[in-house]
């Protein structure tokens, strides 16, 4: 197989990055049905205030004659109701239980603010009952005509979220059905799960994104084996639903939400697309920038032992296969002789990976006196920080791999191609070189880019450290 080399023109993202920045698809219609509902609370809720207090028993209190409490008072409240998720979508503001519990919570703060505001001061009780059962009567009324009103504009086509379905043909109908139950989605396109095989993969995400797709309905035995996919729905904006729901799904990101009476894994798309990532990038150039200049005193004194040592060059630039199958050239310090390349191929016989694809081995005559020493603490490993800075590398994600190594991959291995590859990572914080069969180092590349998150790698930093120091595995 051949390998290009890295080029801008030809550049393709990191799986989890955004084609651009946006905002999460279908944002406009929730955004606008909050401020909806606040509205509404918010005018019923003083209303039920002020009528409280003319229909109590008054007393002089500054409860009763002091306007700016009723503002208290409608913070107070709506800010209980939206802790609570009465703002949300679906079944959420039609919990009335929870609203009817979310408004008496509220009473109790506001009873425990008047007492210590004015504890000497009497407080009208008649006030705040009728307060409480105003707000109940208010609010849940507002809800019902809400929710009615929605139902009706949802049945002339209005209100509706765009939404494409991916399932196999025997599942499709009772899909169709699921969806439709919910009365707020209108369908806009079905494909079976080879749209979502790598060479069918960006035409599908193309026509998503092309025809406003907000959410997508995927079914378990379409993403099951491969849900690493759920990084492209994530980096297009698109809110992903799985159907139907089993207890082996598992996503960092994903919550259950209701469909019908079916629980539905959901991933949300992020409001702002691609944030997370580039929250990664910002975090890897900040962080190399930072190193490289204090570790500049120590990256001198290593270059002179190297070149006391043994004679060569300081640094080692070896071709490595990174995102997408993409060369580029990897800084480390030299450790080995300068013919160690060559060497390579009289010592495969002796490689102590069990089924061949990469090359280690522990007493290896390649090495210099100051390279043990150098491997033993991972300190070659240093220049890295500048295929950082160029890009090419990230701080986290999949070791890149020789091309000797890529060349013995099978299909399932370029999975591990589709991120950005880092100096560490899962599998070096796993066992490091004490792993001795690659499947075993693939699956738990393919575990982070499942898992992926800002903290996953702040934890695979952490540990690195203490791996080092530790001296584990490392040779």
């Known amino acids: ?180 139950k919910e009365n707020c989605y209108t369908i806009q396109g079905i494909a079976d799960a080879h749209c979502l095989d790598l060479e069918n993969r960006d035409r599908t995400f193309e026509y998503l994104r092309e025809s406003g797709i907000v959410e997508a309905f995927v079914s378990w035995s379409a993403i099951k084996n491969r849900l690493y996919v759920c990084w492209n729905f994530h980096a297009a904006g698109i809110t992903l639903r799985i159907l139907p729901i089993t207890s082996q799904v598992h996503h960092p990101k994903s919550v259950f939400r209701m469909v019908g009476s079916i629980p539905c894994l959901t991933i949300p798309a992020p409001l702002i697309i691609g944030s997370d990532f580039w929250v990664k990038r910002i975090f890897d150039l900040c962080c190399s920038i930072v190193l ?25 630039r070896q071709k490595r296969v990174g995102l997408h199958n993409k060369e580029f050239k990897i800084w480390k310090f030299r450790t080995m002789v300068t013919n160690a390349e060559k060497l390579q191929a009289s010592l495969e016989a002796k490689n102590e990976i069990r089924d061949g694809v990469l090359f280690k081995l522990k007493d290896d005559p390649r090495i210099t006196k100051v390279g043990k020493f150098l491997r033993r603490y991972s300190l070659d490993e240093l ?56 499947e075993d180092a693939v699956q738990l590349d393919i575990r982070y880019i499942e898992n992926w998150s800002l903290w996953m790698d702040l934890q695979i930093l952490l540990k690195t450290v203490g791996v080092v120091l530790h001296k584990t595995g490392a040779y």
């Not at 990256?299 to 040592?309: C, F």
């Open 292 to 316: 490289i200049f204090f570790l500049s005193p120590l990256y001198l004194l290593l270059a002179i032992l190297i070149k006391l040592d043994s004679p060569g060059p300081v640094f080692f």
């Open 383 to 438: 220049p890295q920080l500048f295929n950082v800075l160029l890009g090419e590398m990230s701080l986290v994600g999949p070791r890149p791999l020789p091309v000797r190594d890529v060349e013995r991959f099978h299909t399932k291995h370029f999975l591990r191609q589709e991120v950005l590859p880092g100096i560490t990572g899962l599998w070096q914080v796993s066992g490091r070189s004490d792993i001795d069969n690659f």
């Open 1 to 180: 197989m051949a390998y290009k080399s890295l080029s801008v023109l030809d550049f393709k993202p990191d799986l989890r990055s955004a084609h651009h920045a946006g905002i999460q698809k279908g944002s406009s219609i929730r955004f606008l049905r909050i401020l909806v509902l606040l509205f509404l609370d918010a005018t019923l809720l003083l209303l039920a205030w002020k009528l409280a207090v003319h229909q109590g028993t008054y007393i002089d209190s500054p409860w009763t004659d002091n306007s700016s409490f009723s503002w208290l008072v409608l913070f107070v409240q709506l800010g209980i109701i939206a802790a609570t998720g009465q703002y949300k979508a679906g079944i959420n503001r039609r919990n009335y239980l929870r609203l009817v519990k979310a408004i008496s919570l509220s009473e109790i703060i506001l009873l425990a603010i008047a007492f210590l505001y004015e504890p000497s001061s009497y407080l009208s009780r008649s006030t705040f009952i009728l307060f409480w059962i105003f707000s109940c009567l208010f609010i849940g009324i507002s809800r019902s005509i809400f929710d009615l009103g929605t139902n009706i504009l949802r049945k002339r086509g209005i209100v509706q979220h765009p939404v494409f379905l991916i399932t196999d043909t025997s599942e499709e109908n009772e899909h169709i059905q699921l969806i439709k």
